[in-house]
């Protein structure tokens, strides 16, 4: 007859390993967009101002109050070579 506790210790690691693996896939996300949480369900509109936020401020997280842009926003611009692939 098999004891039950038996099952605990296996039960334990992989449920431990799957939250460490949770977590640390989280703390990625969120060190690759400044400390805030993931971004869902992005449209053009949001693609677009990131990349203006991206050249106004140089992360794509982080947005600027100043009414006049810097100088360097001129000659900075964004060309298309091609049709972006989603």
Known sequence: MPV???AIIPF????GLM???GY???AAHRLSNDGKPRRHGITD???QMMERDMRLT???RDQSDN???PAE???NSVWRIYERIR
């Open 12 to 15: 334990g690691i992989i449920a």
């Open 4 to 6: 039950p506790f038996e």
């Open 73 to 75: 926003f001129k000659t």
């Open 58 to 60: 140089g992360t794509k």
């Open 67 to 69: 009414p006049v842009a």
């Open 19 to 21: 939250s460490v693996t």
């Open 24 to 26: 640390g896939v989280m």
């Open 45 to 47: 509109w949001d693609v």
